[in-house]
Structure formats: structure tokens, C-alpha cells
């Protein structure tokens, strides 16, 4: 089991996202843009990468929500807790999906959803999504607290429309708007109802 997770993790370690070097180029809050600078290089402090740099011990791998091997991936996409998320949200869209192996295919097909006028809002529901759920694991790790699914897809979508309106001024909806209506945004007639690799 150490040995497997030494090579699984070496393996992810080296693997490239294109997102690390796109990421500059998309209008984003700082804070927010950097932590998906980091998250494409591998290099948020999941137990997997405190472990590997000796800040943690071996047998302090686990994720605090699912007891699975915790790495970066892991915390956005790979958790149940994530993969209730993003399933709640895609639910919504009438979209079936599969969990994509890596963050760049999961970005590459979240972006295939939405190829219309509001391709940068639908952007900007992953942005920030991923960016809430990392703070959803840093509350329960660090503050004991548990988040509400629903609340964190809901809380995500109203900060995404929020920062869209500051560059949009004549977007007509609020975030409780676009949330309860969601499927409008996601364009996904072009591609079919499915997000399966
Ligand atoms: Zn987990």
C-alpha cells in the first residue's frame, strides 16, 4: 500500500494542467486565480503533499470527510463530498457524468458544456466552485465544521454572478436567479446531455 502510493503519487506529481499557464489569462479574483495556479501544479497543501514533503507522516494520508487517500484532486473532484457537488450542480443542467481522472479533463469538459453567450459565467461556476470547496475541507480540518452541499453550490453560484455582474453591468440576473434557473446557462444541446470521457 506505501509503495503503490509512492508511484500513484510521483506519477500525479509530474502530471502538467494546462490550467497553470491559461489560468493568467482568465478574469478572476487574485486570490482565487492563484490557488488554481497552485491546484494545476500540484501543489495545494493536501495531506498526499504534506506527506510527501515530511510535514505530515505517513499514516495522516487520510481525508477528513471519506478516509480515501487525500490529494489535490482528491479535494476537488474525488471526494464524495465533491462529487456531490458537482453532481448537484450538473443535476440541475440535465447533465449525466462520469468523473473525469484528471483536473484538466475535468475543466475540458466542464467548459465543452457551455460554448454560448455565457461561456464565461459557466467558467466562473467551476472557478469558484473548486475554490469554495477547498475551503469547505479547510473549515472541516481546521474549524471542525461541517458544510452543507446544497448551501456550498449555492453560495458558489451566487459569488460567481456577483464578480460576473462587476464586469457585466446589464446581466439582468441575480445569483438566486441564475441558481434556480441554471440550466439555461449551461448550453449543453451542442454536445448532447452527457459529460462522459
Ligand atoms: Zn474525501
Known sequence: MRDQWFQTSAKNHYQFCFLAIRIWKEKL????????????????????????????????????????????????????????????????????????LSLQDFYTQWISLSAGRYRNLWKLFWFFGTWNL????????????????HSLVFLSICKAVDFYRVHFHD??????????????????SYYGHSMIS
Open 29 to 100: 479574483p487574485p486570490r482565487i486565480q492563484f490557488f488554481i495556479w497552485l491546484l494545476a501544479r500540484d501543489r495545494i497543501s493536501s495531506n498526499d503533499a504534506l506527506v510527501r514533503r515530511g510535514v505530515l507522516n505517513y499514516n495522516q494520508l487520510a481525508c477528513s470527510y471519506c478516509a480515501k487517500v487525500e490529494s489535490n484532486i482528491h479535494i476537488v473532484l474525488h471526494c464524495s463530498f465533491a462529487w456531490r457537488f458537482w453532481s448537484l450542480l450538473l443535476n440541475k443542467c440535465n447533465v449525466i457524468w462520469v468523473t473525469p
Open 134 to 149: 477547498w475551503k469547505a475541507r479547510n473549515r472541516r480540518v481546521f474549524q471542525d465544521e461541517m458544510e452543507d452541499v
Open 171 to 188: 446581466f439582468p440576473f441575480s445569483g438566486n436567479g441564475v441558481f434556480r434557473c441554471i440550466d439555461f446557462f449551461c448550453n449543453n
